[in-house]
C-alpha cells in the first residue's frame, strides 16, 4: 500500500517535470542513444553505430529547441502574471 502512494507521488512529480519541460524526453532518450552507441561501437558494429549517434543527434536537437520554447513560454507566463 505505501509503495502504490509513493510510486503514484513521483509518477506525479515526473509527470509535472515533462509538463514544464518540454525536451526532457528527447535529452534522456539522447543519452540512452549515445549509450548504445558506445555499445554497439565496442561490439564493432560500427555501421549500427553510426546509425544510432544519428538519431541521438536529431533526439538532443529536438530536445534542445523544445527546452528552449518552454523557457520562453515559461518567462512569457511568468512576465504576464506580474502584470
Not at 502504490?4 to 539522447?30: D, Q, T, V
Not at 540512452?32 to 564493432?44: D, K, N, Q
Not at 538532443?60 to 515559461?74: E, I, K, Y
Amino acid at each position: 500500500m505505501m509503495t502504490h502512494i509513493i510510486s503514484s507521488e513521483i509518477m506525479l512529480k515526473i509527470k509535472s517535470y515533462i509538463k514544464e519541460n518540454w525536451g526532457s524526453p528527447f535529452i534522456i532518450a539522447f543519452m540512452v542513444l549515445l549509450i548504445s552507441t558506445a555499445v554497439f561501437l565496442s561490439a564493432g558494429l560500427s555501421y549500427i553505430a553510426d546509425t544510432i549517434a544519428i538519431y541521438a543527434f536529431y533526439a538532443l536537437v529536438t530536445g534542445v529547441v523544445l527546452q528552449f520554447v518552454s523557457l520562453l513560454r515559461c518567462r512569457k507566463v511568468s512576465e504576464t502574471g506580474a502584470n
